[in-house]
Every structure is written in C-alpha cells, then in structure tokens.
Nanobody, 120 residues
Framework: QVQLVESGGGLVQAGGSLRLSCVVS????????MAWYRQAPGKQRDLVAR???????NYADSVKGRFTISTDNAKNTVYLQMNSLKPEDTAGYYC??????????????WGQGTLVTVPS
C-alpha cells in the first residue's frame, strides 16, 4: 500500500523555523509532483508550495521568500523549510503527491496532516 507519512509539525514562536518532511511509503516508480497544502480552521485547503520531478517550484504569494520546498528523489521525500513563521501560518499542513506506481498507473495521495502552531 502506497501512502504518505508526514512529520515535523509543532509549536514555534513567531519568527522561528520548522521543517516538515513527507516520505512516500510503498513501492513506486517515481513521484511526478509533490506539494504542501495547508488548511486553517474554517478555511479551505490552499496550496503552499509545489515541486515537480524536474525541480520546478511554485509558491503561494504569502510564503514566498520564507518557505522553501525541496525533494530527495532517491528517498521519495519532500521537505518544507519554513522560516520567519507568522501567526497566520498556523494551520494543518498536508502533503500531496502524484506518483507513478507502474508505467501507466498513477495515484494521487494525501498525507494525514501535521499541525503547525505559531502563537500570536
């Protein structure tokens, strides 16, 4: 069974840093796209950062210059380095991946979510 396993959330003071990790568990050929989304209470889930297998990235305007997404393709892992955290970054952070399990089969996966809290 292929799934995403996240780690790294927690409570951090404003201005601090956290790094989230998400590993693809199970047998895949490759992860074509990996991304992080976040969802604050009562709000929709929004894209935070996305990276393709070719290394192309895009970020939400609200995190540009503060967050960095990266991957270790050999380990099927995606990271989100979050610096200069603000109270408005408080949310559940969810890992997403589009993975190839065979030459022609693809899966879209979501992690279970990890909570990031930045007190005001």
């Amino acid at each position: 069974q292929v799934q995403l396993v996240e780690s790294g959330g927690g409570l951090v003071q404003a201005g601090g840093s956290l790094r989230l990790s998400c590993v693809v568990s199970g047998s895949i050929i490759r992860a074509n796209v990996m991304a992080w989304y976040r969802q604050a209470p009562g709000k929709q889930r929004d894209l935070v950062a996305r990276i393709t297998i070719g290394g192309r990235t895009n970020y939400a305007d609200s995190v540009k210059g503060r967050f960095t997404i990266s991957t270790d393709n050999a380990k099927n892992t995606v990271y989100l380095q979050m610096n200069s955290l603000k109270p408005e970054d408080t949310a559940g952070y969810y890992c997403y991946a589009e993975v190839a399990t065979t030459r022609y089969a693809y899966l879209e996966l979501w992690g279970q979510g990890t909570l990031v809290t930045v007190p005001s």
